[in-house]
Protein backbone atom coordinates (compact mmCIF):
# COMPACT_ATOMS: atom_id res chain seq x y z
CA UNK A 1 0.00 0.00 0.00
CA UNK A 2 2.39 2.37 1.11
CA UNK A 3 4.64 1.26 -1.63
CA UNK A 4 2.09 2.29 -4.63
CA UNK A 5 1.98 5.60 -2.61
CA UNK A 6 5.25 6.19 -3.30
CA UNK A 7 5.13 5.52 -6.78
CA UNK A 8 2.60 7.41 -7.82
CA UNK A 9 4.22 10.00 -6.56
CA UNK A 10 7.16 9.38 -8.72
CA UNK A 11 4.92 8.62 -12.05
CA UNK A 12 4.35 5.36 -11.55
CA UNK A 13 1.10 3.53 -10.27
CA UNK A 14 -2.15 2.76 -12.15
CA UNK A 15 -3.39 5.78 -14.86
CA UNK A 16 -6.48 7.64 -13.72
CA UNK A 17 -9.23 8.10 -15.83
CA UNK A 18 -9.13 11.89 -17.75
CA UNK A 19 -11.68 14.11 -16.23
CA UNK A 20 -13.56 16.41 -19.12
CA UNK A 21 -10.95 19.50 -20.22
CA UNK A 22 -11.89 22.40 -18.64
CA UNK A 23 -13.27 25.41 -20.86
CA UNK A 24 -10.98 28.45 -21.73
CA UNK A 25 -13.54 30.47 -19.42
CA UNK A 26 -12.80 28.29 -16.24
CA UNK A 27 -8.67 28.35 -16.71
CA UNK A 28 -8.75 32.45 -17.26
CA UNK A 29 -10.89 32.35 -13.97
CA UNK A 30 -8.27 30.21 -12.01
CA UNK A 31 -4.82 31.00 -13.81
CA UNK A 32 -4.30 35.15 -13.95
CA UNK A 33 -0.73 33.96 -15.51
CA UNK A 34 -3.12 32.78 -18.56
CA UNK A 35 -5.06 35.80 -18.07
CA UNK A 36 -1.99 37.96 -18.05
CA UNK A 37 -0.91 36.37 -21.59
CA UNK A 38 -4.44 37.05 -22.72
CA UNK A 39 -4.61 40.50 -21.89
CA UNK A 40 -1.30 41.46 -22.93
CA UNK A 41 0.84 40.36 -25.89
CA UNK A 42 4.58 38.99 -25.22
CA UNK A 43 5.82 38.73 -28.53
CA UNK A 44 5.80 42.21 -29.40
CA UNK A 45 6.92 43.77 -26.03
CA UNK A 46 10.97 44.12 -27.21
CA UNK A 47 9.19 46.32 -30.64
CA UNK A 48 6.38 48.14 -29.23
CA UNK A 49 6.60 48.66 -25.68
CA UNK A 50 10.85 47.93 -23.96
CA UNK A 51 11.92 51.73 -25.13
CA UNK A 52 9.43 53.08 -23.36
CA UNK A 53 9.77 50.31 -19.99
CA UNK A 54 13.50 50.90 -19.59
CA UNK A 55 13.14 54.99 -19.43
CA UNK A 56 11.14 54.09 -15.80
CA UNK A 57 11.88 53.55 -12.70
CA UNK A 58 11.55 50.07 -12.15
CA UNK A 59 9.02 50.46 -8.89
CA UNK A 60 6.85 52.51 -11.37
CA UNK A 61 6.90 49.69 -13.46
CA UNK A 62 3.45 47.24 -12.82
CA UNK A 63 4.67 43.73 -11.70
CA UNK A 64 2.82 41.96 -14.18
CA UNK A 65 5.44 43.39 -17.00
CA UNK A 66 8.16 42.09 -14.84
CA UNK A 67 6.53 39.10 -15.39
CA UNK A 68 6.19 39.55 -18.55
CA UNK A 69 10.41 40.37 -19.81
CA UNK A 70 10.74 36.38 -18.71
CA UNK A 71 9.96 35.84 -22.09
CA UNK A 72 13.24 38.19 -22.63
CA UNK A 73 15.41 35.55 -20.06
CA UNK A 74 15.37 38.26 -17.54
CA UNK A 75 14.69 37.45 -13.88
CA UNK A 76 14.57 39.53 -10.70
CA UNK A 77 17.97 39.87 -8.82
CA UNK A 78 17.57 39.15 -4.77
CA UNK A 79 16.66 41.48 -3.65
CA UNK A 80 14.39 42.85 -5.76
CA UNK A 81 15.81 46.62 -6.29
CA UNK A 82 15.79 46.95 -10.06
CA UNK A 83 18.50 45.00 -10.99
CA UNK A 84 17.81 41.07 -13.15
CA UNK A 85 19.46 38.18 -14.13
CA UNK A 86 19.37 38.15 -17.88
CA UNK A 87 19.87 34.20 -19.49
CA UNK A 88 21.25 33.83 -22.82
CA UNK A 89 20.54 31.00 -25.02
CA UNK A 90 23.29 29.28 -26.59
CA UNK A 91 21.70 25.82 -28.41
CA UNK A 92 23.84 22.89 -27.60
CA UNK A 93 26.28 25.16 -25.81
CA UNK A 94 27.98 26.06 -29.19
CA UNK A 95 29.61 29.48 -28.90
CA UNK A 96 31.64 30.62 -31.64
CA UNK A 97 34.50 32.79 -30.22
CA UNK A 98 32.50 36.30 -31.12
CA UNK A 99 29.63 35.46 -29.42
CA UNK A 100 32.02 34.39 -26.19
CA UNK A 101 33.56 37.58 -26.56
CA UNK A 102 29.98 39.67 -26.92
CA UNK A 103 29.12 37.69 -23.53
CA UNK A 104 32.46 39.14 -21.68
CA UNK A 105 32.25 42.61 -23.43
CA UNK A 106 28.64 42.89 -21.79
CA UNK A 107 28.97 41.21 -18.30
CA UNK A 108 32.68 43.81 -18.01
CA UNK A 109 30.38 46.78 -18.93
CA UNK A 110 27.10 46.17 -17.42
CA UNK A 111 27.26 43.03 -15.00
CA UNK A 112 30.10 43.75 -12.93
CA UNK A 113 31.86 41.50 -14.50
CA UNK A 114 30.69 38.38 -13.39
CA UNK A 115 28.72 35.51 -15.38
CA UNK A 116 27.67 32.26 -15.08
CA UNK A 117 27.56 28.85 -17.12
CA UNK A 118 23.98 27.12 -16.43
CA UNK A 119 23.06 23.68 -16.35
CA UNK A 120 21.05 23.70 -19.38
CA UNK A 121 23.97 25.07 -21.36
CA UNK A 122 23.41 29.00 -21.20
CA UNK A 123 25.19 32.12 -19.69
CA UNK A 124 23.74 33.96 -17.04
CA UNK A 125 24.17 37.24 -16.39
CA UNK A 126 23.35 39.20 -13.20
CA UNK A 127 23.35 43.32 -11.88
CA UNK A 128 21.38 43.89 -14.84
CA UNK A 129 19.53 47.62 -14.90
CA UNK A 130 16.55 47.97 -17.44
CA UNK A 131 17.55 51.23 -18.85
CA UNK A 132 20.78 49.50 -19.98
CA UNK A 133 18.69 46.77 -21.82
CA UNK A 134 17.93 47.92 -25.24
CA UNK A 135 21.46 48.42 -25.81
CA UNK A 136 22.33 45.12 -24.38
CA UNK A 137 19.90 43.45 -26.49
CA UNK A 138 21.38 45.39 -29.29
CA UNK A 139 24.67 44.33 -28.79
CA UNK A 140 23.80 40.51 -28.06
CA UNK A 141 22.11 40.18 -31.86
CA UNK A 142 24.83 41.53 -33.52
CA UNK A 143 26.79 39.00 -31.58
CA UNK A 144 24.35 36.03 -32.86
CA UNK A 145 22.74 35.54 -29.96
CA UNK A 146 18.95 36.41 -27.97
CA UNK A 147 17.56 35.72 -24.92
CA UNK A 148 14.33 35.20 -26.23
CA UNK A 149 12.76 32.29 -24.18
CA UNK A 150 15.51 32.44 -21.70
CA UNK A 151 12.65 32.12 -19.15
CA UNK A 152 8.93 32.34 -19.36
CA UNK A 153 6.20 29.89 -20.88
CA UNK A 154 8.19 28.71 -23.89
CA UNK A 155 10.82 26.76 -25.41
CA UNK A 156 13.90 27.45 -23.80
CA UNK A 157 17.19 26.53 -24.59
CA UNK A 158 17.90 23.55 -26.95
CA UNK A 159 20.77 21.25 -25.14
CA UNK A 160 22.53 18.87 -26.98
CA UNK A 161 26.13 17.20 -26.61
CA UNK A 162 28.85 20.19 -26.26
CA UNK A 163 30.79 17.86 -28.91
CA UNK A 164 28.36 17.51 -31.78
CA UNK A 165 30.35 17.66 -35.18
CA UNK A 166 33.73 16.56 -33.05
CA UNK A 167 32.92 13.82 -30.85
CA UNK A 168 34.95 10.75 -32.64
CA UNK A 169 31.71 8.48 -31.63
CA UNK A 170 29.01 10.49 -32.61
CA UNK A 171 26.26 8.63 -34.87
CA UNK A 172 25.77 11.46 -37.51
CA UNK A 173 26.60 15.61 -36.86
CA UNK A 174 23.22 16.99 -35.57
CA UNK A 175 24.46 20.34 -35.55
CA UNK A 176 22.25 21.74 -38.31
CA UNK A 177 19.08 19.92 -37.12
CA UNK A 178 19.89 22.17 -33.26
CA UNK A 179 20.54 25.07 -35.50
CA UNK A 180 16.73 25.08 -37.49
CA UNK A 181 15.24 24.06 -34.59
CA UNK A 182 16.59 27.09 -32.50
CA UNK A 183 15.46 28.97 -35.76
CA UNK A 184 12.49 28.01 -35.73
CA UNK A 185 11.25 27.91 -32.05
CA UNK A 186 13.03 30.39 -30.25
CA UNK A 187 10.64 33.49 -30.04
CA UNK A 188 7.99 31.90 -32.41
CA UNK A 189 4.65 33.66 -31.75
CA UNK A 190 3.09 30.19 -32.31
CA UNK A 191 5.21 28.89 -29.83
CA UNK A 192 5.28 31.87 -27.24
CA UNK A 193 2.18 30.89 -24.70
CA UNK A 194 3.01 27.50 -23.89
CA UNK A 195 1.02 26.11 -20.30
CA UNK A 196 4.38 26.70 -18.77
CA UNK A 197 8.34 25.75 -19.84
CA UNK A 198 9.54 23.50 -22.34
CA UNK A 199 12.55 21.51 -22.74
CA UNK A 200 13.90 20.25 -25.70
CA UNK A 201 17.22 18.42 -26.13
CA UNK A 202 18.62 17.16 -29.24
CA UNK A 203 21.97 15.09 -29.73
CA UNK A 204 23.62 12.40 -31.04
CA UNK A 205 26.46 11.60 -28.50
CA UNK A 206 26.44 7.88 -27.39
CA UNK A 207 27.16 8.98 -23.88
CA UNK A 208 23.44 10.45 -23.79
CA UNK A 209 25.38 13.56 -22.16
CA UNK A 210 22.69 15.76 -22.45
CA UNK A 211 20.29 13.42 -20.11
CA UNK A 212 17.27 13.00 -22.28
CA UNK A 213 16.07 11.83 -19.27
CA UNK A 214 15.25 14.71 -17.76
CA UNK A 215 13.94 16.87 -20.61
CA UNK A 216 10.54 17.18 -22.07
CA UNK A 217 10.86 16.04 -25.29
CA UNK A 218 14.37 14.46 -26.01
CA UNK A 219 15.53 13.88 -29.59
CA UNK A 220 18.01 10.82 -29.48
CA UNK A 221 20.10 10.49 -32.40
CA UNK A 222 20.38 7.09 -34.44
CA UNK A 223 21.39 5.21 -37.55
CA UNK A 224 18.64 3.15 -38.47
CA UNK A 225 18.67 1.13 -41.62
CA UNK A 226 20.94 3.10 -42.67
CA UNK A 227 19.11 6.47 -42.22
CA UNK A 228 20.31 9.30 -40.04
CA UNK A 229 17.56 10.20 -37.39
CA UNK A 230 16.21 10.08 -33.66
CA UNK A 231 14.64 8.05 -31.42
CA UNK A 232 12.57 10.00 -28.93
CA UNK A 233 11.44 10.42 -25.23
CA UNK A 234 8.86 12.57 -23.61
CA UNK A 235 7.81 13.70 -20.13
CA UNK A 236 11.22 13.85 -17.92
CA UNK A 237 11.70 17.09 -15.74
CA UNK A 238 12.66 17.61 -12.24
CA UNK A 239 11.32 20.09 -10.23
CA UNK A 240 9.36 19.64 -7.59
CA UNK A 241 7.44 16.63 -9.19
CA UNK A 242 10.51 14.73 -10.95
CA UNK A 243 9.98 12.23 -13.84
CA UNK A 244 12.18 10.60 -16.10
CA UNK A 245 10.79 10.42 -19.39
CA UNK A 246 9.38 7.75 -21.31
CA UNK A 247 9.71 6.26 -24.43
CA UNK A 248 7.76 7.53 -27.60
CA UNK A 249 8.62 4.25 -29.18
CA UNK A 250 9.43 6.28 -33.10
CA UNK A 251 12.16 6.89 -35.27
CA UNK A 252 11.37 10.28 -36.99
CA UNK A 253 14.37 10.98 -40.11
CA UNK A 254 16.22 14.14 -39.43
CA UNK A 255 13.68 15.86 -42.04
CA UNK A 256 10.81 15.29 -40.43
CA UNK A 257 12.27 16.52 -37.10
CA UNK A 258 10.84 19.87 -36.22
CA UNK A 259 7.43 18.81 -37.73
CA UNK A 260 6.85 16.16 -34.89
CA UNK A 261 8.33 18.14 -32.30
CA UNK A 262 5.93 21.03 -33.55
CA UNK A 263 2.87 18.24 -33.18
CA UNK A 264 3.66 17.42 -29.42
CA UNK A 265 3.72 20.99 -28.80
CA UNK A 266 0.49 21.45 -30.66
CA UNK A 267 -1.29 18.45 -28.79
CA UNK A 268 -0.02 19.88 -25.05
CA UNK A 269 -0.70 23.68 -25.73
CA UNK A 270 -4.57 23.12 -27.34
CA UNK A 271 -5.46 20.57 -24.30
CA UNK A 272 -6.62 23.03 -21.86
CA UNK A 273 -6.35 20.38 -18.67
CA UNK A 274 -2.55 21.78 -18.47
CA UNK A 275 -3.84 25.35 -18.49
CA UNK A 276 -5.79 25.35 -15.46
CA UNK A 277 -2.83 24.91 -12.39
CA UNK A 278 0.73 25.88 -13.20
CA UNK A 279 1.41 23.67 -10.64
CA UNK A 280 0.28 20.85 -12.96
CA UNK A 281 1.28 22.44 -16.29
CA UNK A 282 4.11 20.64 -17.57
CA UNK A 283 4.01 18.26 -20.66
CA UNK A 284 5.71 15.92 -18.00
CA UNK A 285 2.31 15.45 -16.70
CA UNK A 286 0.11 15.18 -19.97
CA UNK A 287 2.64 11.97 -19.98
CA UNK A 288 1.47 10.36 -16.93
CA UNK A 289 -2.56 11.25 -17.71
CA UNK A 290 -2.43 9.82 -21.10
CA UNK A 291 0.91 7.71 -21.36
CA UNK A 292 3.30 7.95 -24.52
CA UNK A 293 1.50 5.11 -26.44
CA UNK A 294 -2.03 7.13 -26.97
CA UNK A 295 0.40 10.47 -27.20
CA UNK A 296 2.16 8.78 -30.41
CA UNK A 297 -1.32 8.31 -31.69
CA UNK A 298 -2.32 11.73 -31.00
CA UNK A 299 0.69 13.08 -32.65
CA UNK A 300 -0.03 10.76 -35.62
CA UNK A 301 -3.34 12.09 -36.19
CA UNK A 302 -1.74 15.74 -36.61
CA UNK A 303 1.01 14.30 -38.88
CA UNK A 304 -1.67 12.53 -40.38
CA UNK A 305 0.54 8.88 -41.25
CA UNK A 306 1.67 6.34 -38.63
CA UNK A 307 5.66 6.84 -37.43
CA UNK A 308 8.15 4.05 -38.05
CA UNK A 309 8.97 2.27 -34.41
CA UNK A 310 12.08 2.15 -32.64
CA UNK A 311 13.30 2.00 -28.86
CA UNK A 312 14.94 4.52 -27.85
CA UNK A 313 18.32 3.58 -27.23
CA UNK A 314 20.49 3.39 -23.83
CA UNK A 315 23.32 5.72 -23.20
CA UNK A 316 26.74 3.61 -23.45
CA UNK A 317 27.65 5.43 -20.33
CA UNK A 318 27.58 9.25 -18.70
CA UNK A 319 29.85 11.54 -19.09
CA UNK A 320 30.97 14.97 -18.65
CA UNK A 321 33.45 14.97 -21.87
CA UNK A 322 36.14 17.07 -19.60
CA UNK A 323 39.89 15.61 -20.32
CA UNK A 324 42.07 16.28 -23.73
CA UNK A 325 40.87 13.79 -26.69
CA UNK A 326 41.43 13.87 -30.88
CA UNK A 327 37.99 14.78 -32.27
CA UNK A 328 36.70 12.98 -35.18
CA UNK A 329 38.78 15.49 -37.44
CA UNK A 330 42.10 13.91 -37.46
CA UNK A 331 44.77 16.35 -35.78
CA UNK A 332 42.50 18.24 -33.43
CA UNK A 333 41.84 18.22 -30.12
CA UNK A 334 39.19 19.27 -27.95
CA UNK A 335 40.02 20.23 -24.23
CA UNK A 336 38.12 20.31 -21.12
CA UNK A 337 38.06 22.78 -18.92
CA UNK A 338 37.10 22.49 -15.45
CA UNK A 339 34.97 25.73 -14.12
CA UNK A 340 33.94 25.14 -10.33
CA UNK A 341 30.11 26.12 -9.94
CA UNK A 342 30.51 27.12 -13.15
CA UNK A 343 31.70 31.09 -11.54
CA UNK A 344 33.84 32.91 -14.28
CA UNK A 345 34.44 36.71 -14.92
CA UNK A 346 34.06 38.65 -18.26
CA UNK A 347 37.84 38.73 -18.51
CA UNK A 348 38.06 35.49 -18.64
CA UNK A 349 35.64 34.96 -21.38
CA UNK A 350 37.42 37.49 -23.82
CA UNK A 351 40.65 36.03 -23.14
CA UNK A 352 39.67 32.39 -24.17
CA UNK A 353 37.31 34.00 -27.24
CA UNK A 354 40.65 35.91 -28.57
CA UNK A 355 42.77 32.55 -27.67
CA UNK A 356 40.05 30.28 -29.57
CA UNK A 357 39.80 32.68 -32.40
CA UNK A 358 43.41 32.03 -32.90
CA UNK A 359 43.14 28.45 -34.22
CA UNK A 360 39.73 29.12 -35.53
CA UNK A 361 38.08 26.70 -32.73
CA UNK A 362 34.79 27.07 -30.55
CA UNK A 363 33.79 26.90 -26.81
CA UNK A 364 31.07 24.85 -26.01
CA UNK A 365 29.36 24.90 -22.84
CA UNK A 366 28.50 21.71 -21.21
CA UNK A 367 25.75 20.90 -18.65
CA UNK A 368 28.08 20.03 -16.13
CA UNK A 369 28.68 24.49 -15.59
CA UNK A 370 32.10 24.20 -17.54
CA UNK A 371 32.89 24.51 -21.03
CA UNK A 372 35.36 22.50 -23.51
CA UNK A 373 37.58 24.19 -26.26
CA UNK A 374 37.63 22.55 -29.99
CA UNK A 375 39.54 22.71 -32.80
CA UNK A 376 43.24 22.60 -31.02
CA UNK A 377 46.27 21.64 -33.24
CA UNK A 378 47.84 18.91 -31.71
CA UNK A 379 51.19 21.19 -31.80
CA UNK A 380 49.29 23.69 -29.78
CA UNK A 381 47.99 21.79 -27.15
CA UNK A 382 50.29 22.06 -24.35
CA UNK A 383 50.58 25.94 -24.78
CA UNK A 384 47.12 26.27 -25.07
CA UNK A 385 46.53 24.71 -21.83
CA UNK A 386 49.30 26.73 -20.11
CA UNK A 387 47.17 30.05 -21.65
CA UNK A 388 44.19 28.47 -19.71
CA UNK A 389 46.25 28.13 -16.54
CA UNK A 390 46.90 31.39 -17.54
CA UNK A 391 43.39 32.36 -16.75
CA UNK A 392 43.05 31.38 -14.14
CA UNK A 393 41.82 27.98 -15.22
CA UNK A 394 43.17 24.81 -13.74
CA UNK A 395 42.39 22.26 -16.07
CA UNK A 396 44.01 18.95 -14.07
CA UNK A 397 42.50 20.11 -11.08
CA UNK A 398 40.40 17.39 -8.92
CA UNK A 399 37.75 15.74 -11.17
CA UNK A 400 34.99 16.87 -8.55
CA UNK A 401 35.33 20.74 -9.75
CA UNK A 402 33.58 19.56 -13.40
CA UNK A 403 31.16 17.15 -11.82
CA UNK A 404 30.09 19.01 -8.55
CA UNK A 405 26.93 21.53 -10.03
CA UNK A 406 25.37 23.93 -7.80
CA UNK A 407 22.19 26.43 -8.33
CA UNK A 408 22.18 30.45 -8.77
CA UNK A 409 20.79 30.41 -5.48
CA UNK A 410 22.45 32.94 -2.97
CA UNK A 411 23.28 35.58 -2.90
CA UNK A 412 20.80 36.39 -6.89
CA UNK A 413 17.71 33.55 -6.57
CA UNK A 414 14.95 34.95 -4.82
CA UNK A 415 13.54 31.46 -3.87
CA UNK A 416 17.36 30.11 -2.08
CA UNK A 417 16.58 29.67 1.41
CA UNK A 418 20.57 28.48 1.46
CA UNK A 419 23.94 28.80 0.25
CA UNK A 420 24.76 27.50 -2.78
CA UNK A 421 27.28 27.86 -5.18
CA UNK A 422 29.34 29.37 -2.02
CA UNK A 423 28.54 26.17 0.07
CA UNK A 424 29.49 24.01 -2.66
CA UNK A 425 32.59 25.28 -2.95
CA UNK A 426 33.27 25.08 0.40
CA UNK A 427 32.55 20.91 0.54
CA UNK A 428 34.48 20.71 -2.87
CA UNK A 429 37.84 22.10 -1.02
CA UNK A 430 36.29 19.77 1.87
CA UNK A 431 36.22 16.50 -0.06
CA UNK A 432 39.00 17.71 -1.97
CA UNK A 433 41.57 17.41 0.97
CA UNK A 434 40.05 14.50 2.99
CA UNK A 435 39.45 11.84 0.09
CA UNK A 436 41.95 13.20 -2.95
CA UNK A 437 42.28 10.76 -5.35
CA UNK A 438 40.17 8.03 -4.11
CA UNK A 439 37.04 10.24 -5.12
CA UNK A 440 36.69 10.27 -9.09
CA UNK A 441 34.12 11.16 -11.03
CA UNK A 442 31.36 11.93 -8.27
CA UNK A 443 28.73 13.72 -8.78
CA UNK A 444 27.37 16.30 -6.39
CA UNK A 445 24.36 17.85 -7.22
CA UNK A 446 23.48 21.33 -4.55
CA UNK A 447 20.06 23.34 -4.96
CA UNK A 448 19.38 26.15 -2.76
CA UNK A 449 15.38 25.18 -2.74
CA UNK A 450 12.88 22.39 -4.17
CA UNK A 451 12.81 23.74 -7.73
CA UNK A 452 15.62 21.17 -8.82
CA UNK A 453 18.10 23.72 -11.15
CA UNK A 454 20.92 22.14 -10.46
CA UNK A 455 19.17 18.43 -10.83
CA UNK A 456 19.45 17.42 -7.11
CA UNK A 457 17.02 14.39 -7.49
CA UNK A 458 19.53 13.09 -9.88
CA UNK A 459 23.40 13.55 -8.37
CA UNK A 460 25.16 10.53 -7.02
CA UNK A 461 24.35 12.91 -3.76
CA UNK A 462 21.77 15.79 -4.21
CA UNK A 463 21.57 18.45 -1.54
CA UNK A 464 18.72 20.55 -1.31
CA UNK A 465 18.58 23.60 1.10
CA UNK A 466 15.80 23.65 3.38
CA UNK A 467 15.23 25.12 7.10
CA UNK A 468 16.39 23.09 10.04
CA UNK A 469 13.72 23.03 12.98
CA UNK A 470 16.51 24.56 15.24
CA UNK A 471 19.89 26.78 15.04
CA UNK A 472 22.52 24.65 14.52
CA UNK A 473 26.00 26.85 14.87
CA UNK A 474 24.50 30.15 14.77
CA UNK A 475 22.12 29.49 11.43
CA UNK A 476 18.87 27.44 10.36
CA UNK A 477 20.19 26.56 7.07
CA UNK A 478 19.95 22.79 6.20
CA UNK A 479 20.29 20.52 3.53
CA UNK A 480 18.19 17.39 2.63
CA UNK A 481 20.38 14.65 1.10
CA UNK A 482 18.89 12.93 -2.23
CA UNK A 483 20.65 9.53 -2.16
CA UNK A 484 19.99 6.62 -5.05
CA UNK A 485 19.30 8.90 -8.43
CA UNK A 486 21.32 8.92 -11.37
CA UNK A 487 21.82 9.71 -15.04
CA UNK A 488 22.87 7.84 -17.94
CA UNK A 489 22.51 3.88 -17.47
CA UNK A 490 21.56 4.44 -13.87
CA UNK A 491 19.09 7.05 -14.37
CA UNK A 492 16.74 7.14 -11.80
CA UNK A 493 15.26 10.00 -9.33
CA UNK A 494 16.94 9.81 -5.90
CA UNK A 495 15.22 9.80 -2.54
CA UNK A 496 15.34 12.59 0.45
CA UNK A 497 16.51 9.89 2.67
CA UNK A 498 18.40 12.17 5.30
CA UNK A 499 16.66 15.35 5.76
CA UNK A 500 17.77 18.38 7.25
CA UNK A 501 20.93 18.16 7.78
CA UNK A 502 22.56 21.43 9.55
CA UNK A 503 24.86 23.49 6.74
CA UNK A 504 28.09 22.81 9.67
CA UNK A 505 27.38 19.05 9.58
CA UNK A 506 27.49 18.29 6.05
CA UNK A 507 30.34 17.88 5.07
CA UNK A 508 30.91 14.92 7.90
CA UNK A 509 27.88 13.39 6.40
CA UNK A 510 29.10 13.64 2.93
CA UNK A 511 32.55 12.08 4.42
CA UNK A 512 29.85 9.12 6.71
CA UNK A 513 28.56 8.59 3.36
CA UNK A 514 31.78 8.73 0.98
CA UNK A 515 33.98 6.71 3.28
CA UNK A 516 31.85 3.91 4.02
CA UNK A 517 31.64 3.61 0.28
CA UNK A 518 34.90 3.67 -0.46
CA UNK A 519 36.11 1.63 2.49
CA UNK A 520 33.39 -1.02 1.35
CA UNK A 521 33.23 -1.54 -2.64
CA UNK A 522 33.90 -3.93 -4.54
CA UNK A 523 33.36 -2.16 -7.66
CA UNK A 524 29.98 -1.04 -7.50
CA UNK A 525 29.01 2.79 -8.24
CA UNK A 526 27.96 4.96 -5.58
CA UNK A 527 24.58 4.36 -6.32
CA UNK A 528 24.77 0.69 -6.02
CA UNK A 529 26.14 1.15 -2.97
CA UNK A 530 22.95 3.51 -2.11
CA UNK A 531 20.82 0.70 -3.25
CA UNK A 532 22.66 -2.29 -1.39
CA UNK A 533 22.49 -0.32 1.93
CA UNK A 534 19.28 0.35 4.11
CA UNK A 535 17.77 3.76 4.24
CA UNK A 536 18.61 3.29 8.30
CA UNK A 537 22.26 2.58 7.51
CA UNK A 538 22.08 5.30 5.34
CA UNK A 539 21.12 7.98 7.51
CA UNK A 540 23.27 6.40 10.30
CA UNK A 541 26.37 6.83 8.22
CA UNK A 542 25.58 10.20 7.23
CA UNK A 543 24.33 11.04 10.83
CA UNK A 544 26.07 8.66 13.06
CA UNK A 545 22.25 8.22 14.46
CA UNK A 546 20.82 4.87 14.74
CA UNK A 547 17.09 4.12 15.69
CA UNK A 548 14.19 3.82 13.85
CA UNK A 549 13.84 6.52 10.72
CA UNK A 550 11.68 9.12 11.40
CA UNK A 551 8.45 9.79 9.51
CA UNK A 552 10.09 12.48 7.39
CA UNK A 553 13.34 10.26 6.16
CA UNK A 554 11.15 8.68 3.56
CA UNK A 555 9.43 10.39 0.67
CA UNK A 556 5.61 10.21 1.59
C1 LIG B 1 9.35 28.47 -10.52
C2 LIG B 1 10.63 28.63 -10.36
C3 LIG B 1 11.67 27.71 -10.93
C4 LIG B 1 11.61 26.37 -11.22
C5 LIG B 1 10.45 25.42 -11.03
C6 LIG B 1 12.89 26.00 -11.75
C7 LIG B 1 13.24 24.71 -12.17
C8 LIG B 1 14.36 24.40 -12.88
C9 LIG B 1 14.75 23.08 -13.33
C10 LIG B 1 14.00 21.79 -13.07
C11 LIG B 1 15.91 23.20 -14.00
C12 LIG B 1 16.73 22.06 -14.59
C13 LIG B 1 16.74 22.06 -16.02
C14 LIG B 1 17.50 20.94 -16.68
O1 LIG B 1 18.73 20.88 -16.62
O2 LIG B 1 16.85 20.13 -17.32
C15 LIG B 1 16.24 24.59 -13.98
C16 LIG B 1 17.33 25.14 -14.55
C17 LIG B 1 17.84 26.35 -14.18
N1 LIG B 1 17.29 27.28 -13.35
FE1 LIG B 1 15.53 27.18 -12.55
N2 LIG B 1 13.69 27.10 -11.77
C18 LIG B 1 12.99 28.16 -11.26
C19 LIG B 1 13.46 29.42 -11.05
C20 LIG B 1 14.75 29.80 -11.23
C21 LIG B 1 15.33 31.04 -10.82
C22 LIG B 1 14.59 32.14 -10.10
C23 LIG B 1 16.63 31.02 -11.20
C24 LIG B 1 17.71 32.03 -11.01
C25 LIG B 1 17.59 33.21 -10.52
C26 LIG B 1 16.86 29.77 -11.85
C27 LIG B 1 18.06 29.38 -12.39
C28 LIG B 1 18.20 28.28 -13.17
C29 LIG B 1 19.36 28.00 -13.95
C30 LIG B 1 20.61 28.82 -14.03
C31 LIG B 1 19.12 26.80 -14.59
C32 LIG B 1 20.02 26.12 -15.56
C33 LIG B 1 19.28 26.02 -16.81
C34 LIG B 1 19.17 27.16 -17.72
O3 LIG B 1 20.16 27.83 -17.93
O4 LIG B 1 18.05 27.32 -18.30
N3 LIG B 1 15.71 29.06 -11.85
N4 LIG B 1 15.29 25.30 -13.28
S1 LIG C 1 17.08 25.68 -7.23
FE1 LIG C 1 15.87 27.23 -6.22
S2 LIG C 1 17.42 28.51 -5.25
FE2 LIG C 1 18.45 27.40 -6.83
S3 LIG C 1 18.37 28.76 -8.62
FE3 LIG C 1 16.64 27.32 -8.74
S4 LIG C 1 14.97 28.47 -7.88
FE4 LIG C 1 16.85 29.48 -7.20
Known sequence: ?????????????????????????????????????????????????????????????PEEDIVRLKWYGLYHDKPKVGTFMLRIKIPAGLLPPESLRTIGEISNTYGEGYAELSTRQNVQLHFITLPKLPEILDKLTAGGLTTAGGCGDTTRNITGCPLEGVLA????????????????????????????KQKFTISTCPHQCDMPEINCVSLIGVIHEGREGFAMKIGGGLSTVPRMARDLGVFVTREEAIEVMRALLDEWKSDTRYRLSRVK?????????YGPEAIREKVEARLGRKLESLPAPASIGFTDHMGVHEQKQRGFFHIGVPVPVGIVNGRQLVEVADLVQEFDGDVRLTKQQNFVITGVPEARLDEVKERLGGFGFDIDGHPLHATAIACTGEPHCNFSVTETKTKMQELLEHLEQKWGDRLGNFKLNLDGCPHACSLHWVGDIGLMGTTARETVDGTRQAYDLFLRGGVGPEQAVGRPLVRRVPTSRVPQALDGLIGAWLDERMDETFRDFAIRKTDEELKELATGQTGTISKEGVPA
Open 281 to 289: ARMKFMVDD
Open 169 to 196: TEAFDCTPVVEEAATFFFGNPEYFDLPR
Open 1 to 61: MAENTVDRKYGGGERKPLGPAPTWEQVLQRNSIERLKREKPLHTLLSDELDELSTRHYLEI
